[in-house]
């Protein structure tokens, strides 16, 4: 099994930054995918940004130029940096990994408003 433990949420106003960070733990693969997903309410998950453990990345439409992912290997990490927050980007945020076994985080609430 993998677990995963996401943090760094919260409030922030439009145009501000945030940095979620997710930490996975357990029967890690050399070989896998990790990244972010979000839900709005009354909307389906959607990919964010993921990245490959070759470093190959892949973000939403919505977000690039805004939001960063990297990972970082030594600790079974990965991070999403979240600039120019709009209110549309309002959503729980949920660590996906993705390997020889998959897993979901918790969930992360982000809110962006005034």
């Known amino acids: 099994q993998v677990q995963l433990v996401e943090s760094g949420g919260g409030l922030v106003q439009p145009g501000g930054s945030l940095r979620l960070s997710c930490a996975a733990s357990?029967?890690?693969?050399?070989?896998?995918?990790m990244g972010w997903h979000r839900q709005a309410p009354g909307k389906q998950r959607e990919l964010v940004a993921q990245?490959?453990?070759?470093?190959?990345?892949n973000y939403a439409d919505s977000v690039k130029g805004r939001f960063t992912i990297s990972r970082d290997d030594a600790k079974n990490s990965v991070f999403l940096e979240m600039n120019s927050l709009k209110p549309e980007d309002t959503a729980v945020y949920y660590c996906?990994?993705?390997?020889?076994?998959?897993?979901w985080g918790q969930g992360t609430q982000v809110t962006v408003s005034s």
């Open positions: 357990g029967s890690i693969s050399r070989i896998n995918v």
């Open positions: 996906r990994y993705n390997g020889y076994r998959q897993a």
């Open positions: 990245i490959s453990s070759g470093g190959a990345t």
